[in-house]
């Protein structure tokens, strides 16, 4: 089919603010269904296919018409950026200015991949009545807890390198031309990513400085009334729209992308957003080649059933909107609404639900003799509860933290790649504590959340603590699945802030988030335990200052018990 193409059309918010949109539609007469894109990304780019994981030309030949919109403050559209809050009311009006075209048939939907599917959660939060279907790929749900920070510490790994790539310069061409010495640090800082990350303060960091929106980032360390309004968990009763929630494993916003199905699921506003799917592969968000469905994540080959060709995540959106925005009666809605990408077995499989049921937990318990510090010390996991056993100590050094080796990460693949790694480098360090399992004798299914249990005293007023879980294979290799943080200020949630007093035993817990992972016969599973990764998460400073602001570091001492009143465990959720 052919299509038409229009540029720059201006599109009124209703403060008068003009986005510019391209809209791409079938040369034919009649009205049509909508599919509507809202990108930070530049809508010109020539790579906008891959940034956004939708083609608006393959859709508008399948008898869509693409709406393909720069959001406010955004290149060619008019305002002022300010992320995330602004796409609220901006994106119930785009998707009515939509449906009222002369081309629409009034049936709207949304696509797009990372802060392009949080354009279209931001949408179906405020009910816009013409919209009917989303496909957020690879996107958050709550924008403090998995986006801005986890665990109560700062994405400054992302954080920095999607400002820093993605979106500093075009905001300051616009709110600060001229400005040659500032536009100079940032190019500067594209190709010196590595040594500006260990900056301090981290108010002061010089690449964005001037940048409104980074400082707002670093001003609201606390879950508070600024991430409560943005927060779509608390607002899946006002969604009406279906979603298809399309993922990764090793994605930064994995937690988002299944929160989002189960709460869509349970609470979602209306008997269509409650048929939502969820699709989760073991993608990375940004590979070397911007292909983000490849078959190699990191070190690991997944086998072609992960791979692009096979997979065409276009083609299961395009199927998608065909069922609820041109009523084909094509089965999607009767499928099962679960379809995951095992890992360790490398084949998909659907489920029901997610965990899928008679799922149960198993807590494997941390031993070791006092000595469980790196790869060759005496840390064991087993299922049987400890005795009276010593605790395992180690010193966390913010100048000498442990650093970032794959995971879900984003966005310099080339400084802070994501994926699958062999981590036994970072687990030759003495401030890792490492715990293995004998090699199983069956294979053990994960298939569902994964956090930590732990027992600790620090010598500091605030400290980190990270969790990582990993699969030995028999010749060594030690392959990272998921991982976690907590920062202890915030053990008892992230809404408020409580210092450690030194040398007090706590317990704690670390989400590690979710996985589908099968431990073949053979291997062991291991958990690191440790108080950094970086530059994934900020160096916490162990000092107790406020946050942002602190320049200097002081030494902790970090203390595991695992013990008859005391056993720190790893707790896997275990298909039946």
């Known amino acids: 089919m052919r299509i038409l193409v229009e540029k720059d059309v201006a599109v009124p918010m209703r403060d008068g603010v003009t986005l510019a949109t391209d809209i791409y539609r079938p040369d034919a007469d009649g009205r049509f269904p909508t599919i509507l894109v809202r990108t930070p990304y530049n809508k010109a780019d020539p790579l906008l296919t891959n940034v956004i994981m939708f083609d608006p030309v393959r859709a508008a030949a399948a008898g869509y018409v693409v709406c393909v919109q720069d959001v406010r403050g955004r290149y060619a559209s008019e305002g002022k950026f300010r992320p995330i809050h602004q796409e609220v009311d901006d994106g119930y009006d785009a998707v009515e200015w939509c449906a009222a075209q002369p081309w629409s048939d009034g049936r709207v939907g949304m696509a797009g991949a990372s802060y392009v599917g949080a354009t279209q959660w931001l949408a179906a939060i405020a009910s816009p ?51 040659e010495a500032a536009v100079g640090r940032l190019i500067r800082a594209m190709d010196e990513l590595d040594r500006w990350f260990r900056h301090l303060p981290l108010k002061d960091f010089p690449p964005l400085a001037g940048v409104d929106y980074f400082q707002e980032w670093l001003a609201h360390p606390l879950y508070d009334d600024y991430w409560r309004r943005v927060n779509i968990e608390a607002h899946y009763d006002r969604v009406k729209a279906v979603a298809l929630n399309i993922g990764g494993w090793y994605d930064i916003f994995l937690y988002g992308t299944v929160r989002n199905f189960l709460g869509l699921r349970s609470r ?156 036994r480098e970072v687990e030759a360090r003495p401030d890792v504590l490492v715990y293995t399992s004998g090699p199983l004798q069956k294979e053990l299914k994960v298939l569902g959340p994964v956090k930590v249990r732990l027992y ?33 200020r915030h053990r008892n949630g992230t809404d408020r802030e409580e210092l450690l007093e030194p040398g007090r035993v706590y317990g704690i817990e670390v989400d590690l988030w979710y996985t589908a992972h099968v431990f073949r016969v053979g291997h062991r599973v291991r958990l690191e335990v440790s108080s950094s990764n970086f530059p994934r998460f900020d160096r916490n400073l162990n000092r107790g200052g406020p946050f942002g602001l602190e320049a200097e570091a002081q030494v902790a001492v970090q203390q595991v018990f695992h013990d008859p009143s005391r056993p720190s465990a790893l707790i896997l959720t275990v298909a039946p």
């Open 129 to 179: 009545p013409h919209l009917l279907a989303i496909a957020p790929n690879i996107t958050a749900s709550n924008y403090h807890e998995g986006w801005f920070y986890q665990g109560g510490a700062f994405e400054w790994g992302f954080i920095v390198s999607w400002a820093v790539n993605f979106l500093a310069l075009d905001t300051l061409l616009k709110e600060r031309p001229g400005d």
């Open 268 to 423: 979602g506003g209306s008997e269509a957003a409650r048929k939502s799917r969820l699709i989760v592969g073991p993608w990375a968000h940004v590979t070397r080649s911007l292909l983000w469905m490849g078959n190699l994540v990191g070190e690991v080959n997944f086998g072609v059933q992960a791979a692009s060709q096979v997979v065409d995540l276009m083609g299961l959106q395009l199927r998608w909107f065909d069922r609820w925005l041109k009523g084909v009666d094509n089965g999607v809605d009767r499928e099962p609404p679960v379809r995951l990408f095992i890992m360790g077995r490398n084949l998909w499989e659907d489920f029901e639900d997610f965990p899928p049921p008679g799922a149960e937990e198993l807590k494997l318990y941390l031993h070791s003799g006092g000595r469980a510090n790196g790869l060759w010390g005496d840390g064991v996991l087993s299922a049987e509860a400890p005795g009276e056993e010593p605790p395992d100590r180690f010193v966390y050094d913010p100048e000498n933290p442990v650093p970032t080796r794959g995971g879900g990460l984003c966005c310099s693949d080339v400084y802070l790649p994501g994926g699958a790694y062999d981590q």
């Open 456 to 488: 600790v005293t620090s010598s500091a007023p605030d400290t980190d603590f990270t969790a990582k879980l990993v699969d030995v294979y028999p010749d060594g290799r030690a392959i990272n699945i998921s991982d976690g943080i907590l920062r202890l």
